[in-house]
Every structure is written in C-alpha cells, then in structure tokens.
C-alpha cells in the first residue's frame, strides 16, 4: 500500500497466524488509535525465538493477508527482538498491543522503554474467544482424531 504519511504513525505488531477475527479486531480498532497504521508481522524466526514454535502460514502470505486489510496502510517484516529497533526505522508515534500485555512483564518494559521517547503504549481489547494458540490446538485434535480412525 504505502500510502503518504501524515499524522500519528501507529505500530501494531502481531505474528497474525492462521489470521481471524481477533487479528481483524486489533487492525481495526488500531487504526483508530493513529492516521496511519503500520503492520509489523513478525518473521517465523523470531516467532520461533520468542513463542517456541514457528508459525503455521509462511511470513510472505502473512505480509500479504495482513497488507490487504484496508485499516493497514503498511506491512513490513519485523526480524528483530527489540521493538526499540523497529521504532529506530518506522519512527511510529504508538505502538499497539492486546490488553493481554498491560501489567505484565514485557507490557511495563514496553511502556519503560518508549516513555523517554514520547511514544504512547496502547492496549485494546485482547479477543479471548479466538487465538491462533486456540486454532492450532483444534487443528491438532482433528488430526489426531483423523489418524486415530486410520
């Protein structure tokens, strides 16, 4: 997309596997939180790094499912750990994540790290019905049903 940037730059980055309804929530609602939004998925590499597991849907359908969501005017590959570093080539002004950060761990670091920088943590809501943990744990059973009856 690439569309000219112009206003608050907001960051929402996400590994957006096996892409549903919770994923579309936080693009959404994202892009209500800045003018134009950015998309940092990130690489299976350090999904692996930072999940143990890899990501079902390879990074270049992810880059592009995610790309074509009209509240997205940008996906870019995020292949590092530091969200400093993605700040460091983006220069967003908000950075967005699920509800499920606030109070954790990595949430207060986040929030520690960007302060100095003027750039504003927030969180939206976390849809608890749906993840790509939930997806992939019911994949798994009809597998395992499918080859128990084999």
Same mark, same amino acid.
């Given at each position: 997309m690439n569309a000219v940037r112009s206003g608050r730059v907001g960051y929402a980055p996400g590994v957006y596997d096996m892409f549903h309804i919770g994923h579309l929530n936080i693009l959404r609602n994202s892009r209500l939180s800045c003018d134009y939004l950015i998309a940092g998925v990130v690489s299976d590499e350090m999904s692996l790094r930072a999940k143990g597991k890899a990501p079902v849907v390879p990074l270049a359908e992810r880059l592009e499912i995610v790309s074509s969501i009209r509240f997205v005017d940008e996906a870019v590959e995020e @292949?590092?750990?530091?969200? #400093?570093?993605?700040?460091?080539? /983006?220069?967003?002004?908000?950075?967005?994540?699920? @509800?499920?950060?606030?109070?954790?761990?990595?949430? @207060?670091? #986040?929030?520690? @790290?960007?302060?100095? /920088?003027g750039v504003e943590v927030c969180? /939206?809501?976390?849809?608890?019905?749906?993840?790509?943990? /939930? #997806?992939r744990q019911a994949l798994n059973l009809q597998i395992a049903a499918r080859d128990a009856a084999i």
């Open positions: @292949d590092v750990r530091s969200k #400093l570093e993605m700040w460091q080539r /983006l220069r967003f002004d908000v950075i967005i994540k699920g @509800d499920d950060w606030r109070g954790t761990e990595k949430g @207060d670091r #986040l929030e520690r @790290d960007f302060a100095p /920088l969180y /939206l809501p976390y849809t608890v019905h749906t993840s790509s943990t /939930l #997806l």
